[in-house]
């Protein structure tokens, strides 16, 4: 089945220290990844995506996504965490389905502290 | 642009009573969605549209039901509520796939309470 893992309930992370949140995906064919952002009582917002090309894409916010095919990851990642980053992060997948849905891992909660 | 907007924000019904869920966009997308969130886990679809007129189910349409007479509009009805329906709804929209663009908008959500 296609899926997409995100292992971490909880990352915490110090202001100013380099943060990571990881996902793993399984899916046939090249993916189409994302990551969103949520914020209380929020809607998702986009972060960054990746499709094709280089495997580091940058996005919103300072944040950053590496893709490796061979793990199969696409992690997060920012070099200096900020207390306003805390928030849900979503890991997706594309599917070429159902209108091209999106497959959400559980996501992910960083906390930031000063 | 005011992008994709919902109404309500919050609703309690009770079991057995119906209610729409209203979601507009006014970014002229073609693709619109509606999706799930259940705590701790990841969204899940219940309906998608591909255009006007153009409606599907998605992995959990059971309960639920879409329109989409318009390009802006994709209401989706409960009938029956049921507290296996209490959840935070989100309402998404995207470009078709030649635009080039993948990714999904999201309104800010509707969270519901069957009770």
């Known amino acids: 089945a296609q899926s997409v893992a995100q292992p971490e309930d909880q990352v915490n992370v110090a202001e100013g220290n380099p943060l990571t949140v990881k996902c793993t995906y399984s899916?046939?064919?090249?993916?189409?990844l994302f990551w969103y952002v949520q914020y209380p009582n929020r809607g998702l917002q986009f972060l960054l995506k990746?499709?094709?090309?280089?495997?580091l894409v940058k996005g919103s916010y300072g944040f950053e996504a590496e893709f490796n095919k061979s793990q199969t990851s696409f992690h997060l990642k920012k070099p200096s965490a900020l207390v306003s980053d805390s928030a849900l992060y979503f890991c997706a997948v594309r599917l070429m389905e159902y209108g091209n849905k999106l497959v959400f891992g559980a996501g992910t909660i960083l906390r930031v502290k000063s | 642009n005011a992008g994709v907007t919902q109404t309500p924000k919050f609703r309690i019904l009770k079991i057995g009573q119906s209610m729409t869920l209203q979601c507009t966009q006014d970014?002229?997308?073609?693709?619109m969605y509606w999706y799930r969130q259940d705590p701790g886990m990841g969204l899940k679809l219940i309906y998608y549209s591909v255009g006007a007129g153009i409606t599907d189910k998605g992995e959990v349409p059971n309960g639920y039901n879409v329109s989409r007479s318009t390009t802006e509009d994709f209401p989706l009805r409960l009938e029956l509520a049921a507290p296996s329906q209490t959840s935070v709804y989100f309402c998404?929209?995207?470009?078709?796939?030649?635009?080039?663009?993948?990714?999904?908008?999201f309104g800010p959500g509707t969270r519901l309470t069957v009770t």
């Open positions: 990746y499709i094709t090309g280089d495997n």
């Open positions: 899916v046939s064919g090249n993916p189409y």
């Open positions: 970014m002229n997308h073609n693709y």
């Open positions: 998404a929209s995207s470009y078709p796939e030649l635009a080039g663009k993948y990714e999904q908008y």
